[in-house]
């Protein structure tokens, strides 16, 4: 048996692409549990109500905290306010912006575009580059060289995700992208996923978002602070860790290479107010495998399908109790990863009985 | 190539707002039923990639993609909503004596 772990490029460019291509990972048919199609139908129904509903609490939130934060400025109080504004600035605005990317947030349509451009702003995120990559990110889930929305390659850079709760990482990557984008260039990475004619529309809301962005430094300038940066440019480094936390449960520590969300995705139950900001992407199986159902049916989604997916996660704690020495297990033995264990009785779906990146390379 | 009517199914097996898989031959479509009694037919798969889009969801004469959300008008065939770009190919549709006829090329 081979008890070597290749070294993997997850890079889009590389050879990995090609292999998965070659192992027939590429836009694959993927497990999806059986649902009734009339009930299928009623959970994908679209509304507005509750979007509408929780944006509201949102921005009712930031604005109040802003205010908060803005009186409480030059005193000790600014640092509550601030990481609370900032958690709804920063983190909040993650969850807003995946579900208006799918288009099911709200019912109509410019509702779902309008908030999908806030938050990608807010996120340094150009909207029309990251359509596409999470378009790729559900087409081929933690396909090795062809999603590039992989959280946690092997072996795991823990220095750098611990890093990236205060956007280290991400940051200056993100607003590199954009500045990068406003001149004319996107990289090869982004051009694999990003049909060309997209690209000068990609320019173009970089543009944008960079002017937005001088703007506020142009300001904070002229009046000698920096708090206008703490309200919009700046909360991403110290508002979305929460995001980061969220973010990783995902898929950090599973298989790689399957054609079954149940292998390589968790869902993870979480408290009304984690479920509010996160919006209900905790629900992440159900997420992945019926991408037309709205954040607001996710949960009715899970109790559809709960017995034909593994247990889910009691918590963020339990999730994490996981997580960790998993990350610490890859970080040396990389072939290492954690297999769900699916319902009695249900099968593995074909092309992911090899779960081939798990060779015995491990203790 | 010699254009024929193919009977699919009886119209009340489409439920209103909603879309069924056909397949004929080597050719797979998706014929729908609005909320307004109308029926059209388009090719069975996505423009964007191969996914069945009789897996998806009708909104009025609107078909959302199961996959990545793009959407198409399944009158027109024109891509309304990305990833979707490029339109699908449309098909005539009648309904005669309650069944559901589509014309294509055999
Ligand atoms: S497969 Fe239909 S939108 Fe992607």
Redesign the pocket.
């Known amino acids: 048996m081979n008890t070597q772990f290749a070294k993997r490029d997850y890079s889009l460019t590389g050879p990995e692409a090609q292999r998965a291509e070659d192992n027939g990972l590429v836009s694959a048919n993927w497990y999806a549990s059986t649902i009734p199609r009339k009930r299928l139908k009623q959970l994908m129904r679209r509304k507005d109500g509750p979007a509408i509903r929780d944006t509201v609490i949102w921005v009712v939130a930031l604005v109040s905290t802003g205010y908060l934060a803005f009186l409480s400025w030059g005193t000790w109080w600014a640092i509550p306010a601030f990481a609370v504004y900032g958690v709804l600035y920063g983190s909040t605005s993650d969850s807003r912006w995946h579900e208006c990317s799918h288009g099911t947030a709200f019912k109509t349509s410019w509702m779902n575009d309008l908030v999908y451009n806030i938050a990608s702003f807010i996120l340094f995120r150009n909207p029309i580059a990251w359509r596409w990559s999470h ?1 790729r990110h559900h ?1 081929d889930t933690i396909i090795i060289g062809r999603d590039p929305e992989i959280l946690a390659p092997r072996p795991p850079d823990i220095k750098g995700m611990m890093l990236n709760l205060f956007y280290i990482k991400g940051g200056p990557t993100g607003l590199g992208k954009i500045v990068a984008n406003s001149f004319g260039r996107l990289s090869d990475e982004d051009k694999d996923f990003v049909p060309e004619e997209e690209w000068s529309g990609a320019c173009m809301v970089a543009r944008v978002h960079l002017l937005i962005h001088a703007l506020v430094i142009f300001w904070a300038l002229k009046i000698g602070s920096i708090l206008p940066l703490m309200f919009v440019s700046f909360p991403i480094f110290y508002g979305a860790w929460l995001t980061v936390v969220f973010a990783i449960t995902q898929h950090a520590g599973l298989a790689e290479n399957v054609l079954d969300h149940r292998l390589n995705t968790r869902t993870i139950y979480m408290n009304p107010i984690f479920r509010f900001l996160y919006w209900n992407m905790n629900y992440h199986v159900e997420h992945h495998m019926f991408p037309l159902v709205p954040y607001h049916a996710l949960p009715e989604l899970h109790e559809e399908m709960k017995n034909d997916t593994p247990k889910p996660y009691k918590g963020l704690i339990q999730a994490y109790r996981e997580i960790i020495p998993a990350l610490i297990k890859q970080t040396k033995y990389p072939g290492y990863f954690v297999k769900r264990e699916l319902p009695e009785g249900a099968s593995l779906f074909p092309g992911s009985e090899g779960l081939e990146t798990g060779r015995a390379d491990y203790p | 190539m010699n254009p024929q009517w193919i009977e699919v199914c009886a119209a009340d097996e489409i439920d209103l707002e909603d879309v069924v898989r056909f397949d004929h031959g080597e050719k797979t479509f998706a014929v729908y039923r609005t909320d307004k009694d109308e029926f059209y037919t388009t090719d069975g798969f ?4 191969q ?1 069945h ?1 009789a897996d998806g969801l009708v909104m009025g004469e609107i078909i959302e ?6 959407r198409f008008n399944c009158a027109s065939g024109q891509a309304i909503r990305k ?2 770009i490029v339109p699908l190919k449309t098909y005539p549709t009648k309904i005669e004596n309650g069944n559901v006829y589509i014309e294509i090329e055999l």
């Open positions: 378009a087409t | 996505c423009t964007h990639a996914v889009l993609c199961p996959k990545h959300n793009g990833p979707a």
